[in-house]
């Protein structure tokens, strides 16, 4: 496997100005790289924004009673907190912008199959975040429906959901378009020599994501428009007085959200995957099924909606075909598990920071999944359904896994975007913070839902004061951790470059190739004459 030569350099990306500058060089720029950072930059933004209002909603479960604000209030915050956090960091997640920066690189390519639609994914992308604002700032008050807009109350409510509804299917139409890239891309745009099983295990990650993005992403883009529908023209899909069913909102939306999982954690699983292959220092073990696991969980991930309306009266064989189902899609997820600490037997493990993300991933990953087992069972699913257990595998799952995979990649891969390293004792004190914090924040979650605190409640019972407020102790420490992680960062990025070309002694085609990478990626296009992750030689 060749690449370009680390003593001759080209101009990098971050330097090239091209036709025009400022701004306007990031913002028409149709680089694959820049457009990555682009996603990456908002990402983070909606992220803070995200986590300032999760603070503000644990305040208020500090104690029983009311605290700094109303019912209202609470719901439309815990609304918009649920918005910003799925559709404008989660499900872009990893894939539109680590994706974005690396699939062209990883398969030695110069660039994704279509540049302007890439660019063009972006604006949707902004243009959906900027509809969903002004949903929130405007006429009657940001949506108080949660983030899942139920039907009816989506259609009764008198609060802005019109314009929340509509931003969220413009993200969608992001979302198609970039799949569809990545899917030419992945199959048009390969080095020669490169076949799909030399391909970097991020590749196949993001190839099973693509599917589920142009395949799944479509069936909610209706079902918003429906519900935009019944409002303004009254028809009554999903209303009951009208002859709708309000049921069959919830299989359109989630027979996409549930696959929707798999879009945040497919990508967070594909870069642990190199994470942990370039830090213990061997061949991974078992690629192919590695490989498999990542269709597989694509496959099986559209047929096991029906797990969250087992309360929604819906027939006892659906109930048993579905939870079978349930239980079969966490076959691939463990063999991910299982490849990967064997991956780690008997390797010459570096404990750099990107391996110890990967390794608080994969402790938080395995609480949500297995977590996630007692909700895919009809009988523990009916006790829990509704509850802060929810709350808690929900965030064990999304955030504890896509973001702090996130975090992973951009602690991995930023040498390679910017040629700069940041602090290692910062980032590996941030993680200690983040993951006791994580831990306290959701872990009593558990418990209370257990004890039966119904979610999405401002206030609760005595019973539940305690463990409340050990939650919104943990969601402190949690905050002030992110912080310390991101501010390292920035730092880091006002620093001088260093020589970051390959600073972990990886293997696949980005750590050939200068830091920052080039325009253009390649001087020439390389050729793949080696099996992937194969050990270099001396």
Same mark, same amino acid.
């Given at each position: 496997?060749?690449?370009?030569?680390?003593?001759?350099?080209?101009?990098?990306?971050?330097?090239?100005?091209?036709?025009?500058?400022?701004?306007?060089?990031?913002?028409?720029?149709?680089?694959?790289?820049?457009?990555?950072?682009?996603?990456?930059?908002?990402?983070?933004?909606?992220?803070?924004?995200?986590?300032?209002?999760?603070?503000?909603?644990?305040?208020?479960?500090?104690?029983?009673?009311?605290?700094?604000?109303?019912?209202?209030?609470?719901?439309?915050?815990?609304?918009?907190?649920?918005?910003?956090?799925?559709?404008?960091?989660?499900?872009?997640?990893?894939?539109?912008?680590?994706?974005?920066?690396?699939?062209?690189?990883?398969?030695?390519?110069?660039?994704?199959?279509?540049?302007?639609?890439?660019?063009?994914?972006?604006?949707?992308?902004?243009?959906?975040?900027?509809?969903?604002?002004?949903?929130?700032?405007?006429?009657?008050?940001?949506?108080?429906?949660?983030?899942?807009?139920?039907?009816?109350?989506?259609?009764?409510?008198?609060?802005?959901?019109?314009?929340?509804?509509?931003?969220?299917?413009?993200?969608?139409?992001?979302?198609?378009?970039?799949?569809?890239?990545?899917?030419?891309?992945?199959?048009?745009?390969?080095?020669?020599?490169?076949?799909?099983?030399?391909?970097?295990?991020?590749?196949?990650?993001?190839?099973?994501?693509?599917?589920?993005?142009?395949?799944?992403?479509?069936?909610?883009?209706?079902?918003?428009?429906?519900?935009?529908?019944?409002?303004?023209?009254?028809?009554?899909?999903?209303?009951?007085?009208?002859?709708?069913?309000?049921?069959?909102?919830?299989?359109?939306?989630?027979?996409?959200?549930?696959?929707?999982?798999?879009?945040?954690?497919?990508?967070?699983?594909?870069?642990?995957?190199?994470?942990?292959?370039?830090?213990?220092?061997?061949?991974?073990?078992?690629? +192919?099924? $590695? *490989?498999?696991?990542? &269709?597989?969980?694509? #496959? !099986? =991930?559209?047929?096991?909606?029906?797990?969250? /309306? @087992?309360?929604?009266?819906?027939?006892?064989?659906?109930?048993?075909?579905?939870?079978?189902?349930?239980?079969?899609?966490?076959?691939?997820?463990?063999?991910?598990?299982?490849?990967?600490?064997?991956?780690?037997?008997?390797?010459?493990?570096?404990?750099?920071?990107?391996?110890?993300?990967?390794?608080?991933?994969?402790?938080?990953?395995?609480?949500?999944?297995?977590?996630?087992?007692?909700?895919?069972?009809?009988?523990?699913?009916?006790?829990?359904?509704?509850?802060?257990?929810?709350?808690?595998?929900?965030?064990?799952?999304?955030?504890?896994?896509?973001?702090?995979?996130?975090?992973?990649?951009?602690?991995?891969?930023?040498?390679?975007?910017?040629?700069?390293?940041?602090? +290692?004792? $910062? *980032?590996?004190?941030? &993680?200690?913070?983040? #993951? !006791? =914090?994580?831990?306290?924040?959701?872990?009593? /979650? @558990?418990?209370?839902?257990?004890?039966?605190?119904?979610?999405?409640?401002?206030?609760?019972?005595?019973?539940?004061?305690?463990?409340?407020?050990?939650?919104?102790?943990?969601?402190?420490?949690?905050?002030?951790?992110?912080?310390?992680?991101?501010?390292?960062?920035?730092?880091?990025?006002?620093?001088?470059?260093?020589?970051?070309?390959?600073?972990?002694?990886?293997?696949?085609?980005?750590?050939?190739?200068?830091?920052?990478?080039?325009?253009?990626?390649?001087?020439?296009?390389?050729?793949?004459?080696?099996?992937?992750?194969?050990?270099?030689?001396?």
């Amino acid at each position: 496997m060749t690449g370009n030569s680390s003593t001759h350099r080209l101009p990098s990306y971050l330097e090239y100005q091209g036709k025009y500058t400022g701004i306007r060089a990031w913002i028409l720029s149709t680089d694959h790289k820049r457009i990555a950072l682009l996603y990456l930059y908002s990402q983070i933004f909606f992220f803070l924004a995200g986590l300032v209002m999760g603070l503000f909603m644990k305040l208020e479960l500090i104690a029983p009673g009311q605290q700094i604000m109303g019912p209202q209030a609470y719901n439309a915050l815990f609304t918009v907190h649920g918005l910003t956090m799925i559709f404008l960091f989660i499900i872009p997640g990893l894939a539109a912008s680590f994706g974005n920066f690396m699939i062209p690189i990883m398969i030695g390519a110069k660039d994704v199959a279509f540049p302007k639609l890439n660019l063009f994914s972006w604006y949707l992308f902004i243009a959906g975040a900027v509809i969903i604002l002004v949903g929130i700032f405007s006429g009657d008050g940001p949506p108080d429906t949660g983030w899942t807009f139920y039907a009816p109350y989506s259609l009764k409510t008198n609060t802005n959901v019109v314009l929340s509804v509509f931003g969220a299917f413009v993200l969608g139409f992001s979302s198609i378009l970039t799949g569809l890239n990545f899917i030419v891309t992945i199959h048009r745009m390969r080095a020669p020599g490169m076949g799909f099983f030399r391909m970097p295990l991020f590749i196949w990650s993001l190839y099973g994501t693509a599917w589920i993005q142009l395949l799944a992403t479509p069936v909610v883009g209706i079902t918003f428009l429906m519900v935009v529908a019944d409002r303004m023209l009254d028809i009554g899909f999903f209303d009951p007085a009208k002859g709708g069913d309000p049921v069959l909102y919830q299989h359109l939306f989630w027979i996409y959200s549930h696959p929707a999982v798999y879009i945040m954690i497919l990508p967070a699983m594909g870069a642990i995957t190199e994470i942990i292959v370039t830090f213990s220092r061997r061949t991974v073990f078992g690629y +192919k099924a $590695i *490989a498999m696991s990542s &269709l597989a969980i694509a #496959f !099986v =991930g559209y047929l096991v909606w029906g797990h969250h /309306m @087992f309360t929604s009266g819906m027939s006892e064989t659906a109930r048993l075909v579905f939870s079978f189902l349930t239980f079969l899609v966490a076959i691939p997820s463990a063999i991910k598990v299982f490849n990967w600490t064997a991956t780690m037997y008997k390797g010459s493990i570096s404990l750099e920071p990107p391996f110890w993300w990967a390794m608080a991933f994969i402790f938080i990953f395995m609480i949500g999944g297995l977590t996630g087992l007692i909700l895919g069972s009809v009988s523990t699913d009916v006790h829990v359904h509704d509850t802060m257990f929810v709350v808690a595998h929900f965030h064990y799952i999304v955030f504890g896994g896509a973001g702090i995979a996130f975090f992973a990649a951009l602690h991995y891969w930023y040498p390679k975007m910017f040629g700069k390293m940041y602090n +290692k004792k $910062i *980032a590996n004190w941030g &993680l200690i913070g983040l #993951f !006791v =914090g994580f831990n306290t924040t959701y872990l009593p /979650m @558990f418990f209370l839902g257990f004890m039966g605190m119904p979610r999405r409640y401002y206030d609760y019972l005595p019973q539940f004061a305690d463990l409340n407020l050990l939650s919104t102790v943990g969601s402190w420490i949690m905050a002030s951790s992110l912080i310390l992680v991101i501010v390292n960062l920035l730092r880091a990025k006002k620093g001088t470059p260093e020589e970051m070309d390959d600073p972990w002694g990886g293997r696949t085609l980005e750590w050939t190739i200068e830091s920052p990478p080039s325009l253009e990626n390649f001087e020439e296009i390389p050729v793949i004459d080696r099996e992937p992750y194969e050990l270099k030689s001396k």
